[in-house]
């Protein structure tokens, strides 16, 4: 038996409404899974090493379902755009720069350092249509320690010609060396079919991919209505379509296989505008929303309404979208997803509640963290994914509960400042 405890004020989510707040209890960690969360420590585990945290929170890593790595570079800068014009002044622009292979190792050295030193311990990671340039973000990835999907984008219409790929089937080729390779050379980094969004791939594009994905049974992300703009322009596109969930849908790419009925491991960003029959298609197949907050209000997209998508039993997760999202913490996405639900109750509809804190917790962990599987809690069978925040730096003088600190911790983005140690399938990252 190889394990450990931590000790200190412990924290996870049972469901989306019961979040568990623990004083001086013991996380346990056998062979990097949780065997549970005790008030002492149980005789079958004396002799596991106790790692004493002292007044520090210990909460399970956070997942971010939805976050550009070449986008890092530039986060923060035109944030007075919509979707449609910010990709064309700001993403296409900096993607190109990644066919330089010294400047993707630069740029995305920096990018994989701070998702290491982060809360984040799971990601769903967008690259760009580069396939050495993936390559090298998944070699920095794995290096971090963090386990990972990283795809390399698919896009053959709709950009700058030195980002478009030259052909349906010149994309499909470099996506399988790509894929292969990735398999052979990686443990903690898997490739993951990403489709940019409809607008971007053609039909006999998407025809391809849903056939590499039968074959090598790699799950998908992509973009799924964001924007007013880019939601007309895939009508143009697909008129045949009902909605845009139907597009993927039809080519096999929205949690279900079109070729075997069996289920696909599905991501979609956004879902600021989906039609009751998209959502309805999404609960149906299985499909994950990665609610992206800071960038749809960055973007001018919109307000999911994500606690009608929790309501609903859709899978729900948080993204911190960058760079439309102008930080990569999940704790500003889930008091972003918070704050922009109180908008939506107050301005669009009075009869769908506001995301509560709990909810949020949740999202950021087992809610996203049931695309890796029995990951984001500290329940047994999970993966030990753990995070140990030092809130001391916040000084306050009042008694303060262990949720309370947990609450006003994500509030302040201790994310950002405060991880004192980092723990992913039960190896220490720091």
């Known amino acids: 038996m190889n394990g450990f405890a931590l000790k200190g004020h412990v924290c996870y989510s049972k469901s989306a409404g019961e979040l568990c707040t623990y004083a001086d209890h013991y996380a346990v960690c056998i062979d990097g899974k949780s065997v549970g969360v005790f008030a002492a420590l149980p005789q079958e585990y004396a002799q596991?090493?106790?790692?004493?945290?002292?007044?520090?929170?210990?909460?399970?890593?956070?997942?971010?379902?939805?976050?550009?790595?070449?986008?890092?570079?530039?986060?923060?800068?035109?944030?007075?755009?919509?979707?449609?014009?910010?990709?064309?002044?700001?993403?296409?622009?900096?993607?190109?720069k990644y066919q330089d292979l010294g400047y993707a190792e630069c740029a995305y050295s920096m990018f994989a350092e701070q998702m290491k030193r982060s809360a984040t311990t799971r990601a769903c990671i967008f690259a760009t249509k580069h396939r050495a340039a993936t390559e090298i973000l998944m070699q920095l990835m794995e290096e971090?320690?963090?386990?990972?999907?990283?795809?390399?984008?698919?896009?053959?219409?709709?950009?700058?010609?030195?980002?478009?790929?030259?052909?349906?089937?010149?994309?499909?080729?470099?996506?399988?060396?790509?894929?292969?390779?990735?398999?052979?050379?990686?443990?903690?980094?898997?490739?993951?079919?990403?489709?940019?969004?409809?607008?971007?791939?053609?039909?006999?594009?998407?025809?391809?991919?849903?056939?590499?994905?039968?074959?090598?049974?790699?799950?998908?992300?992509s973009h799924l209505s964001e924007n007013h703009g880019e939601i007309s322009l895939v009508h143009e596109l697909r008129p045949q379509n009902g909605f845009y969930g139907e597009v993927y849908n039809d080519f096999g790419l929205f949690g279900k296989s079109r070729a075997t009925e069996e289920s696909v491991k599905t991501v979609m960003a956004h879902c600021v505008w989906s039609s009751e029959k998209e959502v309805e298609l999404m609960k149906k197949n299985g499909v994950f929303v990665a609610h992206c907050p800071a960038s749809n209000m960055n973007l001018s997209s919109g307000i999911a309404p994500i606690k009608s998508y929790l309501k609903h039993g859709l899978r729900v997760g948080l993204g911190s979208d960058v760079a439309g999202g102008q930080s990569e913490s999940i704790f500003r996405a889930m008091t972003d997803a918070i704050q922009v639900s109180k908008l939506y109750w107050r301005l669009v509809d009075q009869g769908i509640q506001p995301v509560t804190f709990s909810e949020a917790f949740y999202m950021a962990t087992k809610g996203g963290g049931e695309f890796f599987g029995k990951v984001g809690s500290f329940e047994e069978g999970y993966a030990f994914d753990a995070i140990v925040l030092d809130d001391a730096c916040i000084p306050h003088p009042q008694k303060l509960t262990v949720r309370q600190r947990l609450e006003r911790a994500a509030y302040l983005a201790l994310d950002q400042k405060g991880v004192w140690k980092k723990y992913v399938d039960g190896m220490q990252v720091f």
């Not at 929170?57 to 986060?75: E, S």
């Not at 800068?77 to 622009?93: I, K, S, V, Y």
């Not at 971007?200 to 594009?205: F, G, S």
């Open 144 to 221: 971090t320690g963090l386990i990972s999907y990283v795809g390399k984008v698919n896009m053959d219409r709709g950009a700058p010609g030195a980002l478009c790929e030259e052909s349906a089937g010149a994309s499909a080729a470099e996506t399988i060396t790509w894929i292969k390779n990735a398999v052979e050379k990686f443990q903690r980094t898997k490739p993951i079919l990403t489709p940019r969004f409809v607008p971007c791939c053609t039909d006999e594009l998407m025809e391809r991919l849903q056939k590499i994905q039968v074959t090598y049974g790699v799950p998908v992300q």
């Open 48 to 96: 596991a090493e106790i790692i004493d945290c002292g007044d520090r929170l210990i909460l399970p890593g956070l997942i971010d379902l939805h976050i550009h790595a070449p986008q890092y570079a530039y986060r923060g800068l035109g944030m007075d755009l919509e979707l449609m014009d910010w990709l064309e002044q700001q993403a296409f622009p900096e993607e190109i």
